[in-house]
């Protein structure tokens, strides 16, 4: 069953009345529907080409939030052979809002981590809807340290509306666990790769995505801070969310402009959520490209390369 988000209203109902011309032909009530049908698939394809064409900030938050888009788990099935999971921070407990392991892309052996939300009420409370506590930070510091000592790539993706603010989280040093995070994806001299798949929220994202290379689906945000925070903190008002969203420029297209992105991975009209495995395949695409332009580089060059990359966000701006 399709999940539709609120602007995608008017084509719910075209094609639900699709459906039901469908429907009733399946039911032998001897009704030749299909010219009519397919009329209104036809309709229904237009104007979900014009929805998605015109996309603002918040609807495309929206859509990177749809509860059907393809998680981490979906991509490391669909991408990863002999993936070998690996848990546990060696200190607290073990963050299910975090995965990763050993895995092979193309044959290329590689170090996988990403956030999961999980897909249904059950594993998304399980999952803690994506938002790691200080021990998923920790584990995945573990495994780029991991990966680094065997000259393994690290492949991060990023789904997180940013990581989980409760009282416990704090008192066991999410702050420092995300520094230290963030600290680790600077140091190791291994190629660093990550795809923004959904959401990036905030420090919880850049821990994960202080990479080498940075991809982002068509319709994925990445930003400092969420929009419905944004507009709590500035208008005292979350209900200003449509405005904060483009305050932030949080958008796929806005962040290649400002050098925070490296490229933008085209997602299937309507969304991944409308046909996953056109986007799994072309997420596997993108990754296995950004790592090949790394290949050339040594310990010494790819820890350059990263450092300089984010010193130098925003320089052009200063410049100017």
Known sequence: MTNYLDFEKPLAEIEGKAEELRAMARAGEGVDVEDEAGALDSKAADMLRDLYKTLTPWRKCQVARHPNRPHCRDYIEALFAEYTPLAGDRNFADDHAVMGGLARLNDRPVMVIGHEKGNDTKSRIEH?????RPEGYRKAIRLMEMADKFNLPVVTLVDTPGAYPGKGAEERGQSEAIARATEKCLQIGVPLVSVIIGEGGSGGAVAFASANRVAMLEHSVYSVISP????????????????????????????IKLGVADRIIDEPMGGAHR????????????????????????????????????LGLGAQGLAG
Do not use: Y
């Not at 996953?276 to 350059?304: C, F, H, W, Y």
């Open 128 to 132: 803690n809807f994506g938002m790691a």
């Open 275 to 310: 046909d996953p495995q056109v986007a799994i395949k072309a997420v596997g695409t993108a990754i296995d490209a950004m790592l090949s332009e790394l290949d050339a580089k040594d310990r010494a060059a790819l820890i350059k390369d990263r450092r300089e990359k984010f």
């Open 228 to 255: 419905e925070g944004c507009a709590s903190i500035l208008w005292k008002d979350a209900e200003k969310m449509r405005e904060a969203a483009e305050a932030l420029r949080l958008t796929a297209q806005d962040l």
